[in-house]
């Protein structure tokens, strides 16, 4: 027997194959219940009894001819390389839907075991399958399981040993499809066996199939040898003329018919069903949500839900990471002296990277409840209703899939979203759905709305982000309508799409989801956001102010301290720079306390003779100083301190902000405002936007580099949505006209890159620009509304 033995998980989509991959593996896997979750083959291996089990996980396909490209890359696998033993993935409650593929699978001539999963959702239905029977009737060994709960996992692997072992031939299955399908097929067969195309690694009677069921890649082979391939083609025709002519139906529809039957006399006798015609209870809830009337309303609700329970579960969370990334900024900033390294590591990378980790409590809560959706089965039944609005724009029910995968519900990423386009069939709906995937609410824009949202919405968070929702859809779906209309017209293909049976999700495969996907952010905050972080910080710093601009500021600087210090009113508290250096730095300390107690506990405070003129200037200062309780030269003092400290507060401000326009990115950013100004965008937010090119997450560490860089105040060292909503600069529509930007204007390189992978360069191309356009002309028209409404000018 060999040590080592690889088999092949196959099955169709939803048969629970992707979750036997992960109880025999422990290999983390997303396990989804729509179609095509699946796309490319996966990889495990286990140890059992002394033999390494190297486990291959296949694209769900429903049968294998090449109609697909999991259908290819199934049938590739298994032809090509040959694994030593085939297990196929069956849904017992499903059995006569699912053997189909095992009849191709047989006749195929690969070594089998048939795995017969949900043996308790079978049970639910009062199903009852006879293992044993079956396994006897199809000539293979059959294991009942229930992978979900790993039952039968074990006999499983007990069973691949056992028949890997074997030494015993596995030779194709011979079906009779009547006379005529029988009588080409022998024809064909004899042609193939002669013929200098044949492949031994095909058996010859399954590619006489194929070609009689118009398989393309058989076809294909045979042009090799282009006389026979010529004769076996007219076989073909004639025998589909015949068939037509006799039975009004092609030699395919006449196989597959066939198949079923022979499926049906084992199942007979294999199957017993307590109840008959019994309406089971997936049947019954789908009355409910995915009624015409009633679906779509409890759809909407249900997404209204998940927003509500995503603001106010992470609420607190979120402060606390604020709170933590405030803390962490302080103590850096305590241990470092003011220069460049202080720079880089505050507003470079804490600022940069913190401000995207700050929103990882709503983004693992959002996948939590997305994670819910798709392991009960919810999702492919959301799939199947906006298949009724899709098409009125153009796109196949299909798209549905790699639309949500890109972020139709929030929490998405467009790449999956773009490969998820594959299971598209017309090439013209396939790519108008790859171009318009771009526009769902990717995780990666989750942090921009949030931070914009909790800034200016913040009593209405869970409803702007359900209207976000609502008009990401529709940008998406009316920039589909606008393709299909003018580059990629076209008419619309048949759409069939497979409903699962609600499934309970289990605590510890929702945390998984969701840990899988939450990790999956952090590690991408941990090295693209740092290293484009890093980069944009340098952009951002270098070269900086001229010498002429940094004499001017000491300057000024100079000439402020000296009218303090020889005022009459501040003469008495501070005689010289000195004093002046103690009462900034006890100010400071005092305006950083959190609390009355907090502020008693610096060391020196209390016993400084400062402390009075301290104390008024700060609750000046917020406006909490009735002035009968104060003497009048207190006060005096203490309003030309506050003024000073406004003075040097505004010099800071102004040389900050004339650093960043010397920098680099400051270059580039002013010279886009030329474009942008009319959208109410300055330089420092099309830095940012050039930033979210490369990772949309980069378009909030920007901003909170480029409105931290070079800041000492301690007042001002708020979140980057306290700084935003405290600047003058912004108000409630500029925040929108930038959310509503963000969410259309260019994918991000990666995306980029593999829609030019999907398609070519052209159709790239084709995204940046059609994206770039959309965006701007949408956040004109909005921000010209609002205006013109008094919602606000900047």
Known sequence: MKEKITIALAGNPNSGKSTVFNAITGARQHIANYPGVTVEKKYGTVTHKGYEIEVVDLPGTYSLTAYSLEEIVARDFLVNEKPDLVVDIVDASNLDRNLYLTVQLKELGSPLIIALNMMDAAESRGIVVDDQLLSTLFQVPVVPMVARSKQGIQECLDKVIAVAGRDQ????????????????????????KRSKAFNARYPSRWRALKCLEGDRQILDFLKEDPDLG??????????????????????????????????????????????????????????VLTNRIIGPLLMIAILYVIYVFTFSASEVPIRVFEVFFEFLKEIVSSIIPVGNLQSLIVSGIIDGVGGVLGFVPLIMFMFFAIAIMEDSGY??????????????????????????????????????GVMATRTLKDPKERITTLLVVPFMNCGAKLPVYAMLIGAFFSKDKARMMFILTLFSWGFALLAAKIIRSTVLKGPETPFVMELPPYRMPTLKGLLIHTWERTWYYIKKAGTVILGLSIILWAMMTFPGLSEEQERFFENERIRATKSLLTSPEIKEWIPDGKSLMELNGLYESYARANSEEEAHMITGLEDSPLFPLIKTTFLLNKGEVPERQIERHDLQAAARYLRFRDEM??????????????????????????????????????IALLGGFAAKEVVVSTLGTAYSIGEVDPEGSNSLSERLRKDPGWNPLKAFTLIIFTMLYVPCFVTVISIRRETSWVWAGFSIGFNLVAAFLVAFIIRYAGMALGLGVS
């Open 379 to 416: 999702m492919a039944r959301m799939a199947y209703m906006l298949d009724r609005v899709l098409r009125w724009f153009g796109l196949h029910g299909n798209s549905v899939i790699a639309l949500i995968v890109s972020g139709g519900i929030s929490g998405g990423c467009a790449v999956p």
């Open 169 to 192: 031939e596995w030779p194709p299955a011979v079906i009779s499809y009547g006379n005529d399908i029988d009588q080409g097929l022998d024809q064909i067969e004899t042609i193939i």
């Open 649 to 686: 507060t505004g010099l800071g401000d102004r040389e900050r902000q004339a650093a960043l326009k010397g920098s680099i990115a400051g270059w580039l950013g002013q010279g886009l405002e030329v474009v942008t100004r009319p959208l109410g965008f300055d330089y420092r937010i099309n």
């Open 230 to 287: 010529r004769s076996i083609e007219d076989i073909c025709q004639a025998t589909s003329k015949h068939m037509v002519d006799t039975l009004d139906e092609e030699p395919e529809s006449v196989i597959a018919g066939h198949r079923y039957g022979y499926i049906v006399g084992i199942t007979r006798k294999a199957v017993k069903r307590k109840v008959e015609l019994r309406l089971n209870l997936s049947d019954k809830i789908d009355k």
